[in-house]
């Protein structure tokens, strides 16, 4: 079965504790993003990868770290720079990263703070 | 610089009656538009995608949208709705003029499909 899995689906967060949320696909896709969506909102880019070994800050870098050592693999860090972390985060792959690709969604992962 | 605006909030409709979802966009190039459906805590799903082929694209699940460039509108349209539709729905816009392929989608605030038995 193709497709985008993310772990944990559910995450929770000290105060100054950095985590890490993982996104896997089989879709021998080359780019991958990260996204978060808050409540009432669209969703807001956090960085992107079109390649392996590079990667893009989004509209909403601050706070967040990425790495891309394998096609397959994208995980995010959520840092303890982000004060605001709570939010459900969605990860998602396309084939090239071109103008007008469709992106693929994984089933997403919601952090909390405790 | 392309937005997309999406015009209702909430729409609440019975069961069986026609659904429209309404989406304005603007785009200085030729733009792709998608619509995605998101059930609750789960991740988006495609529903349908136009890309300057036919201005009426037909998605999955009955659903389809009419690409109309005078009035820069993408509404999302169905028949006759069923209660699993409820759910919401995002109108993404993609364009040349976002400066990249990568990091060129915007997204609407979306729409909450409320469908009442």
């Known amino acids: 079965d193709g497709g985008i899995t993310q772990s944990p689906k559910y995450l929770f967060r000290k105060e100054g504790q950095n985590v890490t949320l993982s996104c896997e696909q089989n879709?021998?896709?080359?780019?991958m993003y990260w996204y978060r969506q808050d409540p009432g909102q669209g969703l807001r880019l956090i960085y992107y990868s079109q390649i392996v070994n590079d990667f893009q800050k989004g509209d909403i870098a601050e706070g967040y770290s990425v790495s891309r050592e394998k096609k397959e693999s994208f995980p995010l860090t959520v840092t303890s720079a982000q004060k605001n972390p709570t939010a459900f985060y969605l990860c998602?792959?396309?084939?090239?990263?071109?103008?007008?690709?469709?992106?693929?969604f994984g089933p997403g992962t919601r952090l909390l703070v405790l | 610089a392309q937005s997309v605006t999406q015009l209702d909030s909430h729409v609440s409709v019975s069961e069986g009656t026609p659904v429209l979802l309404r989406c304005n966009y603007s785009s200085s190039y030729s733009p792709s538009l998608f619509w995605y459906v998101q059930h609750p805590n789960k991740g988006l799903q495609l529903l349908l995608k136009y890309t300057s082929a036919a201005t009426l694209v037909k998605g999955i699940n009955g659903f389809e949208a009419e690409f109309k460039k005078s009035e820069t509108s993408f509404h999302l349209t169905k028949p006759s709705a069923h209660m699993s539709d409820a759910a919401e729905y995002f109108c993404v816009v993609s364009d040349l003029g976002s400066g990249g392929g990568a990091d060129g989608l915007t997204f609407g605030k979306g729409t909450h499909l409320i469908i009442q038995p």
């Open positions: 998602a792959s396309s084939i090239g990263g071109q103008v007008g690709e469709t992106q693929y």
């Open positions: 879709l021998n896709h080359d780019a």
